[in-house]
């Protein structure tokens, strides 16, 4: 874990689930963190949280669907501790519904938090990380950008394309000795669920992850397990479920 210590790292929907865990987890073992959500509240209190446990960290509230907002979100990071190592792309929505319902609104909304919030999040930090000659950019895909399964299709379609995403970015980074990895959770207990519109597939989910699901620390584990390798070994991909996920 020793590379972990004293990095400067953004991590986006860090006001609950795995990137509030994550934010805990990397100050603990010496990294400065950025927090960033949506709920300023509640990135405040984990920021004074982690601080006067004696990390080091602040909060930043940004919407990853607003470009400005994200790029100040990366320039007060690099304002406030010179730099930018680790960008942890991890906001995310999950409404899934059934097609035929047409929700377009939640389609939308997935699209511009799911995809476009990871693109503000690699426009802004990428300047930097090419200036530097070095940085980790970390997004949050999913099973669902693997797998198919029940009302999944455009929640899927925007994980799908995460990944799409992070390897062709993968792949044009190597000349600035920039690492890129994507971590794929399956069933983790986080607020995701609670967004799901129809109460019917809400209803099925909170079940499943209820009796299979694991904490969002797992998530921040593997996050730190990234993060720690030798700087000339580049993890690309992690998929991870619960041992009980069949699917």
């Known amino acids: 874990m020793e590379n ?6 953004v991590i986006t929907g860090g006001s609950s689930g795995m990137g509030e865990a994550t934010a805990r987890y990397l100050a603990a073992k010496g990294a400065k963190v950025v927090i960033a959500a949506r709920r300023a509240e509640r990135i405040v209190a984990l920021a004074a949280e982690i601080t006067a446990s004696g ?8 919407d990853v669907t607003k ?3 994200v790029k100040k979100l990366v320039d007060q990071a690099v304002d406030t501790y010179g730099r930018i190592d680790v960008l942890i792309n991890n906001a995310g929505v999950m409404p899934l ?4 319902q047409l929700k377009i609104d939640e389609w939308d909304h997935m699209i511009d938090v799911n995809l476009r919030g990871v693109l503000h999040g690699i426009a802004a930090a990428l300047p930097h990380m090419k200036a530097q000659k070095s940085g980790h950019i970390i997004n949050t895909a999913s099973v669902a950008g693997h797998k198919i399964f029940g009302a ?3 929640y899927s379609a925007t994980k799908f394309a995460v990944r799409a995403l992070s ?3 993968r792949q044009e980074v190597k000349p600035y000795n920039i690492r890129t990895t994507i971590i794929s959770p399956g069933a983790v207990k986080t607020e995701l669920l609670d967004h799901i519109s129809d109460k019917d597939v809400q209803a099925a989910n909170q079940e499943y992850v209820g009796q299979v699901g694991v904490s969002a620390d797992s998530y921040a584990h ?10 000339d070994v580049d993890i690309n991909e992690i998929l991870f479920r619960p041992t009980a996920q069949e699917l």
């Open 55 to 62: 990390g080091t960290a602040i909060a930043v509230t940004t």
């Open 67 to 69: 470009r400005d907002d």
């Open 222 to 231: 593997l996050v730190a397990f990234v993060m720690s390798q030798p700087d």
């Open 167 to 169: 390897e062709g970015l």
């Open 97 to 100: 519904s059934p097609i035929e």
């Open 4 to 9: 972990i210590k004293n990095k400067v790292v």
């Open 152 to 154: 999944s299709a455009v």
